[in-house]
């Protein structure tokens, strides 16, 4: 079975501090790890993945998530927040030693960052 | 098209009544997921199709649940005699090879069972 904790509902920060979102997670092979945000009434928005390779892996508006092995966990990372980062963000995980295809979700983390 | 498109976005239903929700994934994409996403919660694994075959569908929740895929391109969820806890937002995904790529999800249909 695979798993995936995030185990914070809600960040706060200020604009301009960096910012983290934690991201644990449970597999019984190797971990294809996700982030995606997702802002009111739309849909999930892919931000970046770690499938293999280096351990920091650099996405879409400026995120950056770290994965470790040894903590197995791939906490997403923004060095200076932007208050339009203000969202709902989920991680997930797929267990690449499977033939099966499918994403389980954590339940998701609310950003917020103010002025 | 250029993404994952769902219809309709917004379906209210009366209890009992059926409903179908509709996915039209990127084309090429022959992974294609639906899932649910209750309010205020992470989405939930429904079921999984590659081409046209059902692969997994251990996340439906009841027989009153059927998802299709017959040509292996659009999908369509179907809810028989909808229930208030149906209430959810359904949200498609496709991928291309096992998912390396990535999942590009749709906008989602939000269902409000009254």
């Known amino acids: 079975a695979q798993s995936v904790a995030q185990p914070e509902d809600q960040v706060n920060v200020a604009e301009g501090n960096p910012l983290t979102v934690k991201c644990t997670y449970s597999v019984s092979g190797n971990p294809y790890l996700f982030w995606y945000v997702q802002y009111p009434n739309r849909g999930l928005q892919f931000l970046l993945k770690y499938i293999t390779g280096d351990n920091l892996v650099k996405g879409s508006y400026g995120f950056e998530a770290e994965f470790n092995k040894s903590q197995t966990s791939f906490h997403l990372k923004k060095p200076s927040a932007l208050v339009s980062d203000s969202a709902l963000y989920f991680c997930a995980v797929r267990d690449g030693k499977s033939s099966g295809d499918k994403l389980t979700f954590g339940t998701g983390t609310r950003l917020a960052v103010r002025p | 098209g250029a993404g994952v498109s769902q219809s309709p976005r917004y379906k209210v239903a009366k209890r009992g009544q059926d409903v179908a929700l509709r996915c039209d994934p990127i084309?090429?994409?022959?992974?294609l997921f639906w899932y649910q996403q209750a309010l205020g919660q992470g989405p939930e694994f429904l079921t999984y199709f590659q081409n046209e075959a059902q692969l997994d569908k251990s996340g439906l929740p009841s027989d009153r649940f059927f998802a299709e895929r017959p040509e292996g391109s659009v999908s369509t969820l179907k809810i028989q005699r909808t229930q208030q806890e149906d209430s959810a937002v359904y949200l498609c995904?496709?991928?291309?090879?096992?998912?390396?790529?990535?999942?590009?999800f749709g906008s989602g249909t939000r269902l409000t069972v009254v």
């Open positions: 995904a496709s991928s291309s090879r096992q998912g390396y790529y990535g999942y590009t």
């Open positions: 084309s090429g994409h022959v992974s």
